[in-house]
């Protein structure tokens, strides 16, 4: 079992600077890979970035402006979100899996409860 819980939401303006973090508990969390995912109101959730051993994964509407890194020593990992756009506005959750740096939420198995993040214009 991994119990998951996120941290650092909140509103920033757009061209400034957020960092996200997935605090970790559970067994052996360097063996999952994690991924974050966002869902606004109306949308279905998406998939922001994920970090695996020693590969990540970005999706493109983020790659150059949001990065993902992880501390195993920590059991932490963050997302740092640089020139946020008012179109990233949305609960941002974090997620662990087994199944690699993927991008289908349905390959994850344990799911943080999710951080408001707003970016004003």
């Known amino acids: 079992q991994v119990q998951l819980v996120e941290s650092g939401g909140g509103l920033v303006q757009a061209g400034g600077s957020l960092r996200l973090s997935c605090a970790a508990s559970?067994?052996?969390?360097?063996?999952?890979?994690v991924g974050w995912f966002r869902q606004a109101p109306g949308k279905e959730r998406e998939f922001v970035a994920a970090i695996g051993r020693d590969s990540t994964n970005h999706a493109d509407d983020v790659k150059g402006r949001f990065t993902v890194s992880r501390d195993n020593a920590k059991n932490t990992v963050y997302l740092q979100m640089n020139s946020p756009k008012p179109e990233d506005t949305a609960v941002y959750y974090c997620?662990?899996?087994?199944?690699?740096?993927?991008?289908?939420?349905?390959?994850?198995?344990?799911w943080g409860q999710g951080t408001q993040v707003t970016v004003s214009s």
């Open positions: 997620a662990a899996g087994s199944r690699g740096v993927v991008r289908d939420p349905t390959d994850y198995d344990y």
């Open positions: 559970g067994r052996a969390f360097s063996r999952y890979a």
